[in-house]
T-cell receptor
Framework: AQKVTQAQTEISVVEKEDVTLDCVYE???????LFWYKQPPSGELVFLIR??????QNEISGRYSWNFQKSTSSFNFTITASQVVDSAVYFC????????????FGAGTRLFVKA | EAQVTQNPRYLITVTGKKLTVTCSQN?????MSWYRQDPGLGLRQIYY???????DKGDVPEGYKVSRKEKRNFPLILESPSPNQTSLYFC???????????????FGPGTRLTVL
């Protein structure tokens, strides 16, 4: 069975601190796709990144970086020098490559960034 | 503008009164999906559709129906709503995830449903 675990329910940091959001997944598929989404207080869901299971290259986009480690089934997300605008709920998700591309989301991590 | 639209955005109804939440996308996406979001549970997939006339159950399909008669539309039907279906519902669309581009799911703005 597939599962996505975001063990951190809430994280609170002070502006300019670095913060890492953890994501651990379970799947028996050899090919799958991992995603991170952001849900700001306004409620919409915003795509951040997609990673294919066969591509373990880490990625950096401005203050955001992602560490994909297949050996530990983890896809962690780091925000460097956090800002108040980063306050949001962040979701990790896994989509299968078989069975119609079913998608499983983690429960989300709520990040508070205080000024 | 590329978008996923949902209607209505807010709905308060009573137990047993059939309702439909519409979802439409203008990006010619093959894949569409419905999720419900509940506190502490993240988003849970209700139904998804790979293409016209092809639908499949997600993790929480009980009490819901869908249809995909046209590529752009994917309505969610609650034949006999119950209070435990009170939730925030999101529709999403994307191109096939195995295609070699970004393939994020584009989400609609959400429909907040309350069943009394």
């Amino acid at each position: 069975a597939q599962k996505v675990t975001q063990a951190q329910t809430e994280i609170s940091v002070v502006e300019k601190e670095d913060v890492t959001l953890d994501c651990v997944y379970e799947t028996r598929d050899t090919t799958y796709y991992l995603f991170w989404y952001k849900q700001p207080p306004s409620g919409e869901l915003v795509f951040l990144i997609r990673r294919n299971s066969f591509d373990e290259q880490n990625e950096i986009s401005g203050r955001y970086s992602w560490n994909f480690q297949k050996s530990t089934s983890s896809f962690n997300f780091t925000i460097t020098a956090s800002q108040v605008v980063d306050s949001a709920v962040y979701f990790c998700a896994l989509t299968r490559n078989t069975g119609g591309f079913k998608t499983i989301f983690g429960a989300g991590t709520r990040l508070f960034v205080k000024a | 503008e590329a978008q996923v639209t949902q209607n209505p955005r807010y709905l308060i109804t009573v137990t047993g009164k059939k309702l439909t939440v519409t979802c439409s996308q203008n990006m010619n996406h093959e894949y569409m999906s419905w999720y419900r979001q509940d506190p502490g549970l993240g988003l849970r997939q209700i139904y998804y559709s790979m293409n016209v006339e092809v639908t499949d159950k997600g993790d929480v399909p009980e009490g819901y129906k869908v249809s995909r008669k046209e590529k752009r539309n994917f309505p969610l039907i609650l034949e006999s709503p119950s209070p435990n279906q009170t939730s925030l519902y999101f529709c999403a669309s994307s191109s096939r995830v195995d295609q070699p581009y970004r393939n994020e799911q584009f989400f609609g703005p959400g429909t907040r449903l309350t069943v009394l």
